[in-house]
Every structure is written in C-alpha cells, then in structure tokens.
C-alpha cells in the first residue's frame, strides 16, 4: 500500500446497551474487531476524529493500521451503522487481516477520460455506469484503494464488462471464477437516449362530422275545456 491511514483506539470491558449509549453521549463509538486468529476485542474510538475519516473513500476499501491500546494491528472496515438522520455513527465493525492471507474486500470504481472519449462527445448519447464498485480477492499488501477504468476510447454502443476491467498485479474478480457469462457483469454502457414519440394531432374540428341533435318530443296537446 502506498499510504498508512492509522486510526486510534481504546479497549473496552462494558458492554450491553446501555454501555454504548453512555459511551455515544461521552463522544464515542463503540466498536469491535474480529478474525486474524484472535478472539474479539470490544474497542471504543473518538467520534469527530472518525466522523473526519469516515468522509474519505480510503475508509472503506483501505486496510487501517489500528492502534488499540498502544498496540497497532491492520484491520478493514466491514460494517458501519449510522443514526438515520443524525450526523452520527452509531456502531462498526473490523476485520483484522493476516498478512499471508487472501481476503475479499468492495473497491471502488474510478472512470477517467469519460467526456473525450467518442461516445461523451456525441450529442444524444447516454452513458451509464451500471457499477460503482467490485469485489476483489488478493493479498493485503495488494489491496488497491480503488480501480481505474480508461473510457478514452468508449464508442456509442460499447459495452464494458467486468473480464475488460485492467486490474492491477496480484488483484482477481471473483465473480469470474464462475462459469457463464452471465457472471461477466457490463460495467459501463455506451447507448443513445431513447426519445420519446410525439403524440399525434388530434384531427381538426372542420374534419369531424357535426354530432346529430336529437329533437325533443313534441309537447303534450292541453287537455280540451268542457
């Protein structure tokens, strides 16, 4: 990896509901590491120090060094739980990771050259990213923080999939590991924008044939004087 991205942390003994919401009203968030051959460990860390981090996207595709205690370990993000309308991160989950061991982890997507390329030069045509982000398997040490996608030479009707994807050295799709193509999912699609057909002109009224008036029943005779 070519950056460290460090995160610092303090063990915890409390635990339960109550515990992380006392911990949450003190500016903190409690969370837990597990894996790496080693029994979980319940930690606690910072909120705005972690609220700052978490607005970048090496937080959650890069391995963290975490120190906890003094002691660092890498770990990588699994799982975040967020208040639903507060600013706030409510819970987290790490994965600690063995420097011997594949993992899998979701990188990120990066599209470059998009507007030069022939089909973001032409007018009425529509590219659509169907991808955002893929899961990768490799090594920690090869774990990239995102993939970059060359769309320099996209031409409209070109469809990227996931098999044209230049992935970087020891770094593997396991999507591909499977039989069939429909498993090589389409990354990008270059197409142009369906339009919409104009309604037809309702006919003109001189057109129209003129609606017969039914007469009214002739009015009752008046009854004759005796």
Known sequence: MATNHNITA???KDEGKGASRRLRRSGHVPAIVYGGHADPQSIQIEHNHLWIASQNEWFYSAILDMNVDGKVQKVLLRDMQRHPFKQQILHLDF???SENEALRAKVPLHFVNQETSPAGKSAGVVVTHELNEVEVSCLPKDLPEFIEIDLAQLAVGDIVHLSQIKLPKGVTLPALAHAGKEHDLAVVIAKHARV???????????????AKVAKPDAAPAAPKKK
């Open 10 to 12: 303090t063990g915890r």
């Open 95 to 97: 994965l600690r990771v």
């Open 196 to 210: 919409e057909a104009e309604p037809e002109a309702a006919p003109e009224s001189a057109d129209v044939p003129a």
